[in-house]
């Protein structure tokens, strides 16, 4: 994952992998059965590991505001950007060919909307509004960090976020809006 995130996919080899890894191209074909399913490989597992930082976070009695910022400040810690970038790097190659990356869209999408929907139940939300809110929260946080990872500029992507944060929870509850495009 390491060697990976560090050189990237646009010009991976197996063989230089191979060798950073300690192993040959033919084990690692064995292993994973092609270059691409080891990528996929390579981002479940970075994907599992924030999984596992975010369970192990204290978001317990938080409000969902509280939640999102520690979210926020876990996911855009220096640390995570190797991966964030290989994430985003795999992301745009699976949308431009679904079948190199079989279902690596829908999951990379599915899966944090899962992970975020049990953080998101608002006052006056039903589960419809929850996912809505969940969704709304992976596409931003996925925006603020492709910018970071981009620009590296701390201070005005946190200052976004801490706007975004405000205007997403401070936002009337869901019968309020429905209630507004009824009428």
């Not at 292993?31 to 970075?46: A, D, M, N, P, T």
């Not at 500029?153 to 809006?177: G, I, K, M, Q, T």
């Amino acid at each position: 994952m390491d060697y990976v995130c560090k050189h990237g996919l646009a010009g991976l080899s197996l063989r230089p992998l191979a060798k950073a890894v300690g192993s040959s191209p033919r084990v690692l074909l064995y292993y994973f059965g092609s270059k691409e399913e080891l990528v996929v490989e390579i981002i479940r597992r970075g994907r599992a590991q924030q999984q596992s930082t975010m369970a192990n976070l204290k978001l317990t009695g938080l409000s969902p505001r509280e939640v999102s910022r520690s979210l926020w400040r876990e996911w855009s810690k220096p640390e995570w950007e190797p991966l964030m970038r290989l994430f985003f790097e795999v992301y745009a190659l699976a949308l431009q060919d679904r079948a190199r990356f079989p279902a690596f869209v829908e999951n990379s999408v599915n899966d944090w909307i899962a992970a975020l929907e049990s953080c998101t139940t608002l006052p006056g939300y039903t589960r419809d509004d929850a996912r809505a809110l969940a969704t709304l929260m992976v596409a931003g946080f996925r925006g603020f960090l492709l910018d970071l990872v981009a620009t590296h500029d701390r201070a005005r992507v946190d200052r976004a976020v801490d706007l975004w944060l405000s205007s997403l929870y401070d936002a009337p509850a869901a019968e309020e809006l429905d209630g507004h495009a009824a009428g």
